[in-house]
């Protein structure tokens, strides 16, 4: 699959207000988020790598302590086993990419 047409892929609800849709390779995950105003993510972190950009909205972003404010054109790299958390200030679009591969990610898009 070299060509990827985002608008052709399942979307699904990860956690409440964040719909996501992702391409997985062997070793990397690369999702667009669809997030819905006032949506927060929880603080967490994962072993995963994570590149962050804003295409649309505005998106405070808490990373270790730091906080800040993304809007459009701007982003965020949070590097493995870092305590991370959202929350979408207005609607967002915003691409991610992970690495390695978020199985995670991966197994819950399999029927069950």
């Given at each position: 699959m070299p060509f990827i047409s985002w608008n052709e892929l399942p979307e699904r609800e990860v956690t409440k207000g964040f719909?996501?849709?992702?391409?997985?390779?062997?070793?990397?995950?690369?999702?667009?988020?669809?997030?819905?105003?006032?949506s927060v993510l929880k603080l967490h972190s994962h072993p995963h790598e994570q590149f962050t950009y804003v295409l649309e909205g505005a998106l405070e972003l808490d990373v270790e302590g730091e906080v800040r404010v993304?809007?459009?054109?701007?982003?965020?790299?949070?590097p493995s086993d870092t305590p991370h958390m959202g929350k979408a200030l207005r609607p967002c679009l915003v691409m991610d990419f992970f690495a390695p591969v978020r199985e995670d990610y991966r197994d819950a898009e399999r029927p069950r």
């Amino acid at each position: 699959m070299p060509f990827i047409s985002w608008n052709e892929l399942p979307e699904r609800e990860v956690t409440k207000g964040f719909h996501a849709r992702m391409v997985h390779g062997e070793k990397a995950t690369h999702s667009l988020w669809r997030i819905e105003e006032g949506s927060v993510l929880k603080l967490h972190s994962h072993p995963h790598e994570q590149f962050t950009y804003v295409l649309e909205g505005a998106l405070e972003l808490d990373v270790e302590g730091e906080v800040r404010v993304l809007r459009p054109g701007e982003g965020a790299y949070i590097p493995s086993d870092t305590p991370h958390m959202g929350k979408a200030l207005r609607p967002c679009l915003v691409m991610d990419f992970f690495a390695p591969v978020r199985e995670d990610y991966r197994d819950a898009e399999r029927p069950r």
